[in-house]
């Protein structure tokens, strides 16, 4: 995965020169994504988790984490969404667990564009504005191809009528309103001060779903099983680890140290591995 720079910036003006479409094609294509099998998933949770599956199947590991260690120094989004670590053996995408559930597909992409490209070496602002609009550009066809979106008429851009019309639309395709509200603003079927408005709403809707989540997990009996969520959020890697902890090759108190938790805790994690 990871290249030297000088190889980087010829792929990056490879990148440039071709056709976003084409770009998501090849993605599509390397990590056999199908995005039938995606839409018909439940909901936007199993969906991310299908596309995960698909990511990890090829050896990139995709974390789920945002703070240093507890919810008390959870990192704002404003500060970073995902970010990739490019290496050969063990490349990762780390996604922030506050990510609204409807947008980690788009940032698992992104990133993923982020993670083929190995942008270690670039330090160009224009070259890094550029290749963030090429992986925002190559997420979103993958997700919403541009010729089917085209399709997209909504009866009337009256406020209360459209942000109906993205929703239902969104939901059906598994990605985020706010995603589709931002492809119409490109594709100059809304107003900026319209798609300002359709923002605010979508991401008001966000603070009160993750507020009733929240309360849902305070009220539950029993409580939220924290090994069961520490595994969702670390995905493939437990199950890595696991295998190498098993055949001698690494110590129960460095597994520990790998997961981020106890040594006394890791075979707790390991149990509950296949339960997620």
């Not at 199908?34 to 299908?50: C, G, I, P, S």
Request: charged share 30%.
């Amino acid at each position: 995965m990871k290249m030297k720079p000088k190889h980087c910036r010829l792929l990056v003006r490879f990148l440039l020169i071709n056709s976003i479409d084409e770009i998501a094609r090849i993605l599509t294509e390397l990590f056999d994504i199908d995005l039938d099998t995606y839409r018909a998933k439940r909901d936007h949770v199993d969906a991310f988790k299908y596309l995960r599956q698909k990511v990890e199947a090829k050896g990139v590991f995709v974390l789920l984490k945002g703070n240093l260690g507890s919810y008390h120094t959870d990192i704002d989004l404003k500060i970073f969404r995902g970010f990739a670590l490019c290496d050969d053996v063990a490349p990762f995408i780390v996604i922030n667990h506050q990510e609204a559930k409807s947008a980690r597909a788009f940032t698992l992409l992104h990133e993923l564009t982020h993670l083929l490209l190995g942008q270690t070496g670039i330090s160009s602002s224009i070259v890094e504005q550029q290749i963030e609009k090429l992986c925002d550009r190559v997420s979103s066809e993958v997700l919403l191809p541009d010729q089917e979106f085209r399709e997209f008429d909504p009866e009337s851009l009256d406020f209360d009528d459209l942000k109906e019309a993205i929703s239902l639309y969104a939901k059906d395709r598994r990605i985020s309103s706010a995603q589709v509200a931002y492809r119409c603003l490109q594709s100059e079927l809304i107003s900026k001060n319209l798609w300002f408005d359709l923002s605010n709403y979508y991401h008001k809707q966000w603070i009160e779903a993750r507020r009733l989540e929240k309360e849902k997990g305070r009220n539950s009996e029993g409580g939220v099983n924290q090994n069961i969520v520490r595994r969702s959020y670390l995905g493939e890697l437990v199950n890595f680890v696991q295998r190498m902890n098993f055949s001698g090759a690494l110590s129960t108190t460095k597994a520990g140290v790998v997961l981020g938790v106890k040594p006394l805790k890791v075979q707790n994690l390991f149990d509950n591995a296949q339960t997620v």
